[in-house]
């Protein structure tokens, strides 16, 4: 099970600067978003109109800058300490340097230039990115509007200090954590921090409790978010590393580097192989010294042996086979970061997915519409179904929703054509029969928004039944207006229209509905009744309990142009309600449901409300019935042991914080999931550079979100996830099939070494011999079996949850096919012995072992299927490989200089008969096993695990 650290629980905002200690502890010390601004102001020692020049440079000297903290990159020195640290590379530089010592050169030279081209391998696969921090950087303001003395003046947003008042308007960065002191309509996007699709709406004067989740602070304003509208003015509360973007920062740089399950499965293998070398080159020298050998040539043996340990190609096969997964994957709009990641993908149990821009489209869509008929039903329609029941009245609802916004579509992006052309005719009816015009290549019209999200989806729901709001507004210039605010709850515009001047109003149905005196029908405005109110509640509480956001639209006949105190807010004419939802992705669900066919959770984990949460979860099926819907609220109350309880039911996370998912993902690792992380904003780091396999989206994703990951989705969507597993689960299997192809070679080496000792014999192989079979004829039909093509059956079974490189049964069959082949070789070396001496004994015992490790890599493709008989398909390169890899043996047997040069002998054609039939009788047993497993599983007894 995987340690953890468990994170101190979500706290309110920081005060510490850069330098600070302890950002947290100060935090939890001072609520700022829960304190009256006079309390904020006395606390900090400063004024509204901020602080002195000569105060502002003592803080700054003493807290320091407000940027982030960064952490030096590891040194070219650090990675190489770190791989000849492994333990399987320490037993091959110790055989090279008693190689040396004994004047062995050429083993000696051999045995280095493996190191050393391992080495660089790994090194340059030494991808761990240190650049989250650069990409936080980047995302800081350049400048600010400060109030300093009193005097407005533009500073470098690194020379903020706490207790600067800062000015905020439409489209400014946020430079620092604020708390406001005054506000006008003001909203900030703030996606990126807390998930939550829509800007989210302050006030200065709210009341928020002291422990409110990040998202429900409205009296605050958080470094990095964008202000989408209006305008304020706060004080600094925390800059730096103190702000919550550098809280984030703070657990990227203090995670350390987590091992990936490949990377434990290697270790532990290194291990035990270092334990089975020492004791089998002890045995070897305690052995030989008993039957009286000379110390010099058993200390040679014993380091034959500890070659003969080590799969040298293993490493370098193992890094080619997922680099070649990785070029795979990026075909199919998968950037891989991180080459374990490959792997790592192929045996996760548990996708923590991010809602907004991961399983939604992070954009706000208009999917329900109620006019003024559908309110007497109390039923709400999809927009198309609204449309082809009243045109007329889904005209007025389109002329109010767009004229009465904010929003635009960037150049160029408006819907050529529309109907109407802003004429009155299009807003009563779009076109003929009520149906929107399509596009000329059948496409739907492009719906890149600049603006609020909420405003853009009314434009898109009006340019989609064939009005243009570009002509529209044209046509109906504004001439008055009042701006949304929260108290009142609403925005009105005032336009004429045929030579009437009209205002088109928007807002919440509980500010708007007590302002409404009429209701719009199909033949007209009528005087509005108690039911007509009563029915509209109940469709508004109907589409919020839907996770839906709900607006109401009315409109009213003007005398004239208003002055700019004249109320224009009362009895209008109710024209209906609309529900807008940033909606699932379409191929998501199908998406879930493969990876649950395939053994795979998914969880969500995000920041936006319970209900809405629960609500896409249940459309995608990712929630159901008897799963829990955990808040973020509730998450604060749980220890370690009640969260761990929590994470084996809950599929929806809700309303967290960074530090929650962090603590979501170390549950999960702690229960022994293997968990893949998938999110787009800053918020979402931490738990990706925690989680197993951290995947980002690259369209949506920010730039820190990207850098933390180990693999991106070049094209956002959840179902190249699906892809992505099925090739780790690939790539995964053919890592153990090459494991079991080096393995069982190494292991008749030993078996063969051990027992020529164990027998007082001559040794049946040099060094150099041991080095050839385990490099030039295993290299090739190992990388071969790499690209094995994937079963089709792959994603039927649950992910492999094995400890080790091989599963049980695997290991097994190893330990047979190394027994075998030992004796297959023993065999060939008494017989080669007794015809022409030790050295053509050696030289039949290397032949065996090199010609049964080829045959043997055709039968490796399957662990069940006969060598016939491959439902994966065609592996062409393996029958290059073992074509290549017959070519260079046959090169060193038949080649005088060479064959001495490997302490060998020329064969007659009767040993050479001898050799191969012994190498084949090696595929024989293999399959004869493979026969005897096939035929208990039709027995009933089965056999566990994959097929392939």
Known sequence: MEPRTTPSPAAPEGTAAAAAPSPRAEAAATPWHAKPTDVVLAALETSPDGLTDAEARRRLAQNGPNELASKPPKTLGAMVREQLGDPMVLILVVAAVLSALLREWAEAGIIFAIVVVNAVIGIVQERKAQSSLEALRSLSAPTARVVRGGAEEILPARDLVLGDVVLLDDGSMVPADLRLLDSASLRAQEASLTGESVPSEKDADAAVAPGAPLGDRSTMAFATSIVTGGRGRGVVTATGMGTEVGQIAGLLEGDEELDTPLKRKLASFGKLLTIVGVAAALAVVAIGLAYGRPFVPLLLLAVSLAISVIPESLPATATIVMALGVQRMARHEALVRRLPAVETLGGATVICTDKTGTLTENRMSVVRVALGPDLDRDTAQEPAAALAAHPALFGDLAFVAALCNDASFAEGEEAPGAAGNGSAEGERGPTEGGRPPAAADGAAAPDTVIGDPTEGALLVMARDIGVDPAALRASYPRLAERPFDSDRKRMATVHERDGQVVAAVKGALDGLLPRCAFVMDDDGPRPITDDDRAHAIEVAARLSDEALRVLAFATRALPAVPGDEEDIERELVLVGLVGMMDPPRPDVRAAVDTCRTAGVRTVMITGDHAATARAIGEELDIYRPGDLVVTGEELEEMDDAALDDAVRRASVFARVSPYHKLRIVRALKHDGEVTAMTGDGVNDAPALKAADIGVAMGITGTDVAKDAADMVLLDDRFTTIVYAVREGRRVHRNIQKVVQF???????????????????????????????????????????????????????????????????????????????????????????????????????????LAFSQVLRAVNQRSDTDPVWDREGGRNPQLAWAVAASTALMLVVLLVPPVREAFGGAAMDAWQWATVLGLAFLSLVQTEAAKAIGRWRARRGQGTAGLRG
């Open 742 to 848: 080096l393995v069982a070679d190494n292991l008749a080496e030993i078996v063969v070494l051990l027992a020529a000792v164990a027998l007082n014999w001559n040794a049946p192989l040099t060094a150099v011999m041991i080095l050839w079979v385990n490099l030039a004829t295993a290299t090739l039909p190992a990388l071969a079996l790499g690209v094995e093509p994937a079963s089709r059956h792959i994603m039927e079974h649950p992910p492999l949850r094995a400890g080790t490189l091989l599963e049980g049964r695997q290991a097994r069959r190893v330990v047979f096919q190394g027994l075998f082949v030992a004796a297959f070789a023993l065999l060939a070396f008494v017989v080669g012995r007794e015809a022409g001496g030790d050295a053509v004994g050696r030289t039949m015992a290397f032949g065996v």
